[in-house]
């Protein structure tokens, strides 16, 4: 098992996704990571978009959404606690298209700051989704 790294994937309603991988690649902060076993240890936020997860012995790649969250590696674990988490066959384009457009309406009739930036996150964060289905559809 020296070429298998435990990944799990948690959100605080429940646990997405636990299991053993060849290799992993997700959104740091400050750019993609791909995780392969025996990774430097490591502790980062994560921003919103897909978790690929390739699983021992070649199945099909696992795609899951988080909205951002904490990640932590350690040589033989990656855990991913994620302020939110939807399996990739979950996610619903229709839903996060009208989101987004929610969103964009509500920074363009806005005048408060606050309610600007929470709308321009909620934004980014419905923009990474809709990335993530078009990613799931071309498999």
Known sequence: MANTIHVDVVSAEQSIYSGEAEFVVLPGEAGELGIYPQHTPLITRIKPGSVRIKPVGGGEEELIF????????????????????????????AK????????????????DKVEIA????????????????????KR
């Open 96 to 111: 996060a298209a009208e989101a987004m457009r929610l969103a964009e309406e509500a920074m363009r009739n806005s005048q």
């Open 66 to 93: 988080v909205a951002g969250g904490v990640l932590e590696v350690q040589p033989k674990a990656i855990t991913v606690l994620a302020d939110t988490a939807i399996r990739g066959h979950d996610l619903d384009e």
């Open 118 to 137: 929470t709308m321009q996150a909620e934004y980014a964060m419905m923009a990474a989704q809709l990335a993530a289905i078009r990613k799931l559809r």
